[in-house]
């Protein structure tokens, strides 16, 4: 079955530091793939996406993820983390298709500590 | 800029009401989704149509409508609302061939 994986339902990092969030899919073929990010009480904002090509896509806000087909993962990541990150993460996985159906991982709260 | 809005941010209703949740966008998208948000669950998609008249069932429809009578404008329906269906509603559109969803703010529902 299709699925997303986020192993990590909160994690806790000081402003400044580095931040990884990882997602694992579980997926027939090659996805399309997302980050979004929830600020609280808003609906969802894409980071960034994978479609093909670079497997190092850069995104908004000084966000990249890497695509590992051998590890069936597509991590997050950001070299210094700023207070007005802190928010919900979601990772999506899509079909090479005309639906647009997508399928959302659980979610990773970040908090950031000053 | 793209918008997708939906009608309400926050909605109150009684157990066994019927519920309309409306959802707008202006970007000409074919497809559109309803979807509900719950704490450790993530997202899960209750009802998608891909033009005018046309939907299918998503992974929960159970208790769910939808109803789309013109391209911009998608409705998602309870037909008898109950308490566990108390949730964050999100609604989104996109273009064929996957590119992005974009998200309207989400509508916060409390049945009581």
Known sequence: AQSVTQPDIHITVSEGASLELRCNYSYGATPYLFWYVQSPGQGLQLLLKYFSGDTLVQGIKGFEAEFKRSQSSFNLRKPSVHWSDAAEYFCAVGPHSNTGKLIFGQGTTLQVKP | ?112
């Not at chain 2, 998208?29 to 069932?57: A, C, T």
């Not at chain 2, 409705?75 to 269906?85: C, D, K, P």
């Open chain 2, 1 to 112: 800029d793209v918008k997708v809005t939906q009608s309400s941010r926050y909605l109150v209703k009684r157990t066994g009401e019927k519920v309309f949740l409306e959802c707008v966008q202006d970007m000409d998208h074919e497809n559109m989704f309803w979807y509900r948000q719950d704490p450790g669950l993530g997202l899960r998609l209750i009802y998608f149509s891909y033009d005018v008249k046309m939907k299918e069932k998503g992974d929960i429809p159970e208790g769910y409508s939808v109803s789309r009578e013109k391209k911009e404008r998608f409705s998602l329906i309870l037909e008898s609302a109950s308490t566990n269906q108390t949730s964050m509603y999100l609604c989104a559109s996109s273009f064929p061939r996957n590119t992005e969803a974009f998200f309207g703010q989400g509508t916060r529902l409390t049945v009581v």
